[in-house]
């Protein structure tokens, strides 16, 4: 079938290349350069732990009481959108328990088949950088450790993959280099880091050796359709491009294109912002860590360390200020004492938008009304972590399979029904 997959981020490419090995004739159309959305300088976390939505119960009085502070960890931005209001409802709608466990269930369903993807790449002989790691979780408090847990209560098969880690000696044994005030935490030992960008170039480095054109700067304007709505064609200023199934991988775009189509997609941005530290190896970070506080991320990467933060809901461009930065390096400090030492270049700061769904789960099946594009986005803060996993579901859904019913929660069917905030809690 002849494939065009609208978007080369993360998620677009790696779907590419699963449709290229199915033996589908794609082409990739990216309005940009690839790969230099939220896929470039994200926090090279792959984890099959953090299957729970952003939207949980709790977030948006969190996030409310964040909106005077904008360097708050979860914060919601002004948004002029005419559509804007709808998709704060519908967040609020899907921190309700219910709406919270259908999302971990279908994320889980991703987080199940990650690592396969990623070991796929690495036996096809795709060369990028890959560490393992794991992932800790630390808290300050028994408190807060206990709360943590308690999520993990109802889904036995993701409990499983993480160790409770409790003492300061316990923790220290994982990472010498934690400050003592943190005294619990829970460690995925299998967790892995994944450099985005070397990800990236080797899977546009595979696709065109495999003769399939990544066209950069050539934006998707709209769509030729056909008398039953099924997509005809993809349209470009340099010409429109036949397809017989289109994937939207379109990250924030997604929303737009989607539109094009006749399906109001409840997708906004969800800023973040990530620096680069050079870190001598004698204090260099053992894993990757995340807080349960400061909410700050870290990964070791070969260059240094990488640490990230922020989720600014509904921003509309990327950008990050230097008091964001400063803080976030101040929670790192926080952290790892032995770093202060180092120093952190502020100006060297990145930000980027994350596609983020009305309910924080991504969004994958066939659009509704449009059989034939199928939606691939809205993975909000695991973008890199779903990606093979979201390229093989759509390589299952474009051959026809039938879907288990797990599966079917991440259809966008789920947004044509009308927004309720009433009933089950
Ligand atoms: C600070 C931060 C830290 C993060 N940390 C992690 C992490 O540790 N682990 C993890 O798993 N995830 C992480 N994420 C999330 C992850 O980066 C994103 O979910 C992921 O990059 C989304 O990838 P994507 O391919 O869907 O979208 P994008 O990377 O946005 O790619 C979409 C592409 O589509 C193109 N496009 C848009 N419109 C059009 C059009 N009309 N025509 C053609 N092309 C178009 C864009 O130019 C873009 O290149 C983080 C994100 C941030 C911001």
Request: glycine share 12%; proline share 6%; net charge negative.
């Amino acid at each position: 079938m002849r494939v065009i997959i609208i978007g080369a981020g993360v998620v677009g490419l790696s779907t590419a290349y699963r449709l290229m090995k199915d033996g589908h004739d794609v082409t990739v159309l990216e309005s940009g350069a690839y790969g230099e959305g939220p896929s470039h300088g994200n926090d090279a976390m792959v984890t099959n732990i953090l299957s729970f939505p952003v939207p949980a119960p709790g977030t948006i009085s969190q996030a409310a009481r964040s909106f005077a502070r904008p360097d708050a960890p979860i914060s919601i931005a002004c948004n002029p959108d005419l559509g804007y209001p709808e998709f704060l409802l519908r967040m609020a709608a899907a921190t309700r328990e219910h709406a919270f466990v259908r999302g971990t269930i279908a994320q889980d369903v991703l987080s199940r088949i990650t690592f396969d993807g990623f070991d796929e790449f690495v036996a096809d002989g795709l060369s990028f950088e890959m560490h393992r790691k794991g992932l800790l979780h630390v808290f300050e408090s028994a408190a807060e450790y206990d709360a943590a847990m308690r999520l993990f209560e109802g889904f036995p098969r993701i409990r499983e993959r993480v160790e409770p880690v409790v003492g300061h000696a316990a923790l220290a044994e994982i990472d010498p280099g934690i400050d003592p005030a943190f005294t619990h935490g829970y460690f995925a030992p299998e967790d892995r880091q994944v450099e985005p960008v070397s990800l990236m170039d080797a899977l546009v480095g595979a696709l065109r050796e495999h003769g399939v054109e990544v066209l950069e700067h050539t934006p998707v304007e709209g769509f030729v359709r056909n008398a039953d709505g099924t997509v005809r064609a993809a349209l470009t200023r340099s010409g429109a491009f036949d397809a017989d199934v289109v994937v939207i991988a379109a990250g924030v775009g997604s929303r737009r294109l989607a539109r094009e189509l006749g399906f109001a997609l409840p997708l906004f941005g969800g800023g973040g912002y990530s620096l680069d530290i050079a870190c001598p190896d004698d204090v260099q970070p053992r894993t990757s860590v995340i807080t349960g506080r400061t909410h700050i991320a870290i990964s070791p990467l070969d260059r240094g360390l990488r640490v990230a933060t922020g989720m600014i809901i509904g921003q509309r461009a990327p950008g990050v200020s230097q008091r964001r930065l400063e803080r976030m390096v101040g929670h790192l400090h926080e952290l790892y004492p032995t770093l202060r030492h180092v120093s952190a270049e502020l100006d060297l700061g990145w930000s980027g938008l994350r596609p983020m769904s009305a309910d924080g789960v991504p969004v994958i099946g066939a659009l509704p009304g449009a059989d034939n594009a199928i939606l691939a986005t809205g993975h909000a803060m695991l973008g890199l972590t779903y990606a093979p996993a979201t390229a093989t579901l759509v390589g299952r859904i474009v051959a026809g399979e039938r879907l288990e019913s797990d599966a079917l929660l991440l259809s966008p069917e789920r947004f044509v029904r009308r927004l309720s905030l009433g009933g089950r809690r």
